[in-house]
């Protein structure tokens, strides 16, 4: 909402400049976005031209004498319409435009330039308010403007402006009228009366006219007539209060409409009577309905949409938009007054689809109905005093509104318990004064009544941030509250989670949730339902990720592009699905490598399946659950991982997640992945961390190198040799796996075994034998042979 | 004799001095003092020299002897030292060469300042909570007193994926969560940190974002007020934007609060002087707050005769980008290893 200072003044007295009058509004929770001049420009002056000729070194240029009240200048000119006698508004050296350019004493070609002669859109003013020939050159002034006096003065154009970003639920401060009553509270000013007299004549309008609503959605609707009006340029303080407010001034009868919407918040709908005839109705639109609305566009409407229609056809959108059949031209001679209330939501749902503009803003705020009857009087007024027009007796009315003012009991105490303050009853009283709010007192209890403007205001609450406003916030001192001591709480397991990936050497990332549906399915063999959404911004992101690998993998991508070889990068975040009619959504925890893992002098490591196996195994200890998992191949192939090198994590019989390289078919470079599901892990309880006794006696290491067939998984050796090792055998690492041509199906792998007791120092008596059923057991069961 | 004794001592120390390491001299050792080297062989035939002069040559030959055996142990001792110099010598590095490097992960600028966020509030007793991204409109919008209708319940503004779910566009719908699931209607104090989401993509705002919400709520006879909330985030934003920062509340309107204030703190970037990020206010616009709803305590089984609380929330982003004075909002999610990896260390306290 743009606030035309002039406008404001006249309904309050406002003493303050206009910035402080800017900051003050803030303050009581009106933030603005601007606050100037209307006319930015500085150091304009009027002045006459007394001599034009064309600059010699140039075919648009003119060099032009202006006499500028105390001194006559030499101004280089290239707008096409200057000439000699006129009067124009001249921008002296040291003046600065709105476009940031300060007028210096030049040379142009050759020709002394010691000012600028300017159009209007060059101190200010949009071109959309300008005639064709302001648009195109500078202004000509009337031949009466005040050599040497201040054009924007003279053109009534010395206005400020504020533009207020105002909150949601403030529809009153949609008006000059709604903003006096605002600047009164603050500056303890009464706001002064909406001037409605004006004469009537003729037979009472209700005679001839009938209002017709056949739909909830529309609570009140008044109908006024003038007659004989003529149609003209609006004043100039019309004219320049619409600019001021960003409207544009079109002739004075469509002017005061606007005039009377900016001034009372109320929109007003002009009819061209004649064109009308004798009735009108306000009616859900049927659908497959048209109407040309007065912007040329046929639309189509539906049966969410409220019309007005002369009672046969659709003459206008309510609240959004007339029709072009019935709208105000050169020739309307009686106008039909519409002030009306329809439903915010159907109206906001109406703009959205057409048009958002100032009228439909102040319908889906809501409106008072008191003003309505305000604001119709009112536009009789003006319509009589500015456009001639004989204003027929008259108001024919349907109103279903309720208009009892609300009355809220609050205490003192109430205020102060949840403001935290002290504050008297006078004080409290005071700013209900102040807000021009009647109450009555019984001891310490208030009731206040509350004016039909303030729409916002409904419960004991409202009240007590109406005291905090104006009271101000700025004289609440802040504490810390007084409440029971107790101990917060954080799960800390993610964080561990991440602070371990982080010493693994990986990057965390934070990618996007919303990724392209072609993707969606990728990198797993879970069967669930994608979720896409309705509206999306971008086809490229239109479904949620069920796994985070599609997102880590666009982020390799990104790096790869930028010449990053090296990417080790994890993230935990959500995936989401649904199944079997349910949504959900887990928290996962993906990891990508690819690379160098470590980098030393003659000591590198390229990232490869067992490195990542590595770091999720890593984090699977580090929760609690080594020994409790294995590595297997999946059930089912997955199409975008490498066939060979790709296992599922299995805790306790329950897949958990997943770990691979990708296939080479989509990533040349070897790239591994693993996905871990955070919440099926975490479900499964771990045991509690306990000291074991350590043993006193040392243990014996051996170790034993096997050949057996390749396709024998380390999981099977490991089985055997567990089960053969018995109670002595206290730990077995494989630490060397060898395959060649000579060995041909067969590859040679060596193990340390540790032995150990907890209570006597073992021999070699007491160990080779375990070695020796050991080697049988392999030799038995997997058909290995001791290399010797 | 004597003279003959006095030659060997001399030809062994001449000897002893030529030698060049250790097997030398083990072997020279041997050819000294041996059984078969010259000395012993003396000593051997002490039994034909006169008997009064025996005691005399024999302590001579054992005096040479003793003398022997320390120059050699003296070489010894020498020549390891060298070797041993020798050997470290030669095991010399560049010790300015560079250490292998281990790699060093990095955290993500954003979950640095969520935990920082978390651990400030746990101090202060509140419950770190946590709630789905995958919101209804009823936890995100209805028991927050957005009505249906409600101009932010706009299908526009938000990503819907039926009528009913959508992604959350506020951590507010976490208070109702946390509401409805006390069932014993006890004090709450919460925090909730995560992902957030709208339909807008621009410069300065991403379409994910992150977001905390803070909610406290307690007996009405504890006074729980607006004095408290403002105490309340006068410690957070001296914590997270820094000492010096001063707060302005300006009363504004949030369905879910009442009375409702958006909170300034003072330009990060000009100390609030006035700059272009402040737009020359010297303000920047960080946080919303205020007394939560009494629709919303009732809707959520709270009675506002009996309960009161207040409620803030801001986004964590521009925070995290203050903090490290990241220039763009775009390198938070692009995910630039160059930029995640500047990340790697332990904030300065």
Same mark, same amino acid.
């Given at each position: ?705 096997i050949i057996l067939d390749k396709n024998i998984t380390?999981?099977e ?20 796996v060898y395959e060649n041509a000579s060995l041909g199906n067969r590859k040679s792998v ?32 997997l058909h290995a042979e001791?290399r010797? | ?118 651990? %400030?509030?746990?101090?202060?007793? @509140?419950?770190?909570?946590?709630? !789905?991204?995958? &919101?209804? $409109?009823?936890? =995100? +919008? ?104 001063? %707060?302005?509340?300006?009363?504004? @309107?949030?369905?879910?609060?009442? !009375?409702?204030? &958006?909170? $300034?703190?003072? =330009? +990060? ?81």
């Open positions: 909402m743009r606030l035309s200072k002039n406008f404001v003044k006249d309904y309050v007295d406002v003493q303050a400049d206009l910035k402080t009058l800017a900051e003050d509004m803030t303050r009581v929770g009106n933030e603005y976005d601007s606050a100037e001049k209307l006319i930015p420009a500085t150091k304009l002056v009027i002045g006459k031209v007394l001599e034009c000729k064309n600059h010699p070194d140039s075919d648009h240029l003119h060099c032009c004498k202006v006499d500028v009240g105390n001194e006559v200048l030499n101004i280089v000119c290239g707008a096409p319409n200057v000439r000699e006698n006129i009067k124009v508004i001249v921008a002296l050296a040291g003046a600065e435009l709105p476009n940031g350019l300060v007028i210096k004493k030049s040379n142009i070609r050759g020709e002394e330039s010691n000012g600028m002669i300017c159009a209007l859109y060059e101190i200010g003013l949009d071109k959309k308010f300008l005639s064709e020939e302001d648009k195109n050159g500078i202004h000509i002034l009337p031949d009466d403007a005040p050599v040497g006096k201040d054009p924007v003065e003279y053109l009534k154009l010395d206005d400020e402006v504020i533009d207020f970003e105002l909150t949601a639920n403030r529809g009153d401060l949609l008006s000059i009228l709604g903003m006096a009553y605002e600047i009164g509270a603050i500056y303890d000013k009464k706001v002064k009366e909406v001037d409605l007299s004006h004469r009537e004549s003729g037979d009472d309008l209700n005679n001839s006219f009938e209002v017709r609503v056949n739909t909830d959605n529309c609570k009140l609707f008044l109908a006024r007539k003038a007659l004989n009006v003529k149609i003209k340029e609006s004043p100039d303080f019309i004219k320049n209060r619409l600019i001021a407010s960003d409207i544009r001034p079109i002739n004075n009868v469509v002017d005061i409409s606007n005039y009377v919407m900016l001034e009372l918040g109320q929109p007003l709908h002009f009819y061209d009577a004649d064109r009308l005839g004798n009735c009108i109705e306000t009616r859900m639109a049927k659908s497959g309905e048209k109407l040309t609305t007065l912007d040329g566009i046929e639309r189509n409407l539906e049966d969410t949409d409220i019309v007005i229609s002369d009672g046969t056809r659709a003459i206008g959108l309510a609240g959004v938009m007339g029709g072009l059949d019935t709208e105000i031209e050169e020739t309307t001679k009686n106008v039909l007054i519409e002030a009306a209330i329809f439903d915010s939501v159907k109206v906001r749902k109406t703009s959205k689809k057409i048009v958002r503009s100032e009228a439909s803003n102040r319908f889906e705020k809501g409106l008072d109905p008191n003003r309505t009857y305000m604001a119709i009087e009112r536009a009789v007024k003006l319509l009589e005093e500015y456009a001639d027009a004989t204003v027929q007796k008259g108001t024919v009315v349907y109103d279903k509104t309720d208009k009892t003012e609300k009355k809220i009991d609050i205490g003192v105490k109430d205020i102060n318990d949840l403001l935290g303050t002290n504050i008297s009853k006078a004080d409290v009283l005071d700013v209900f004064r102040k807000l021009d709010f009647k109450y009555t007192e019984n001891g310490d209890l208030i009731t206040v009544i509350v004016p039909t403007r303030r729409l916002d205001i409904s419960i004991k609450e409202d009240l007590i941030e109406e005291v905090g406003r104006i009271y101000g916030v700025d004289n609440i001192e802040g504490k810390l509250p007084v409440v029971p001591m107790k101990i917060g709480s954080v799960d800390r397991t993610q964080r561990e989670i991440r602070d371990r990936m982080i010493s693994l050497g990986l990057n965390e990332t934070l990618s996007y949730v919303l990724i392209n549906d072609k993707d969606v399915h990728k990198y797993t063999s879970d069967s669930f339902e994608e979720l896409k959404l309705l509206d999306p911004m971008t086809e490229e992101r239109n479904v949620l990720r069920y796994s985070l690998i599609p997102s880590l993998y666009k982020i390799y991508e990104y790096n790869k592009a930028h010449y990053i070889k090296d990417v080790s990068i994890f993230e935990i975040g959500k995936g989401f699905f649904k199944k079997e009619e349910k949504y959900g959504e887990n928290t996962k925890l993906c990891a990508l490598m690819t690379g160098e893992y470590y980098l030393g002098i003659n000591n590198q490591k390229q990232v490869d399946f067992y490195v990542i196996k590595g770091v999720a195994e890593e984090i699977l200890n580090y929760l609690g659950y080594e020994g409790r998992y294995s590595f297997c191949l999946p059930k089912q192939n997955i199409a975008e991982f490498h066939p060979g090198q790709v296992a599922e994590i299995n805790v306790n019989g329950e897949i958990i997640g997943i770990v691979g390289r990708i296939h080479p078919e989509i990533s040349k470079e070897p790239v591994y992945v693993f996905e871990i599901n955070l919440d099926t892990l975490l479900a499964k309880k771990v045991s509690k961390m306990k000291f074991k006794e350590i043993s006193i006696y040392p243990n014996i290491k051996k170790d034993i190198a380390s999981d050796i490991s089985k055997v040799i567990k089960k053969s090792g018995g109670n002595l055998l206290v730990n077995y690492e494989m630490f060397d060596a193990y340390s075994l540790t032995f150990g007791s907890n209570t006597k120092t073992l021999t070699d008596d007491e160990v080779n034998p375990v070695i020796e059923k050991i080697v049988e057991s392999l030799e038995k069961n001791l010797k | 004799m004597k003279e003959k004794l006095e030659k060997i001592k001399e030809s062994a120390k001449e000897s002893i001095g030529k030698i060049q390491n250790l097997q030398e001299l083990q072997d020279l050792k041997v050819k000294l003092l041996g059984k078969k080297s010259e000395l012993s062989t003396m000593l051997k035939s002490l039994g034909s020299i006169a008997a009064e002069e025996r005691p005399k040559i024999g302590s001579l030959v054992n005096e040479i002897r003793n003398e022997i055996e320390k120059s050699i142990s003296d070489a010894e001792k020498a020549l390891k030292e060298q070797a041993l110099s020798q050997k470290l010598e030669k095991e010399k590095i560049d010790i300015t060469a560079p250490g292998t490097k281990v790699k060093r992960g990095s955290k993500h600028p954003i979950n640095r300042v969520i935990e920082e966020i978390q651990d %400030l509030f746990v101090s202060m007793g @509140y419950d770190v909570v946590d709630g !789905p991204e995958l &919101e209804t $409109d009823e936890f =995100c +919008f209805e028991r927050l007193n957005l009505p249906d209708g409600h101009p932010a319940r706009d299908m526009q503004d938000s990503f819907y994926i039926t009528n009913e779910y959508l992604l959350r566009t506020q951590t507010s719908a976490v208070q109702a969560r946390t509401m409805l699931a006390n069932t014993e209607k006890s004090p709450i104090r919460m925090v909730c940190t995560g992902k957030t989401y709208r339909r807008e993509d621009d410069a300065t705002h991403s379409h994910q974002f992150n977001q905390v919400e803070g909610l406290v709520i307690d007996k009405k006879e504890l006074n729980v007020s607006l004095a408290d909330l403002k105490g309340t985030l006068e410690v957070f934003v001296k914590k997270m934007v820094g000492e010096k920062s001063e %707060l302005r509340f300006r009363p504004s @309107y949030f369905p879910f609060t009442e !009375p409702s204030y &958006e909170v $300034d703190v003072t =330009c +990060f970037k000009c100390g609030g002087k006035g700059c272009p990020l402040c737009k020359k206010t010297g303000w920047i616009e960080l946080l919303g707050a205020g007394m939560v709803h009494p629709n919303v305590l009732k809707m959520n089984g709270y009675d506002p005769e009996k309960y009161a609380g207040f409620a803030f929330g801001t986004g964590i982003d521009r925070l995290a980008m203050f903090r490290y004075g990241i220039t763009d909002m775009r390198y938070l999610y692009t995910n630039d290893v160059r930029f995640l990896s500047q990340f790697d260390r332990k904030d300065e306290e």
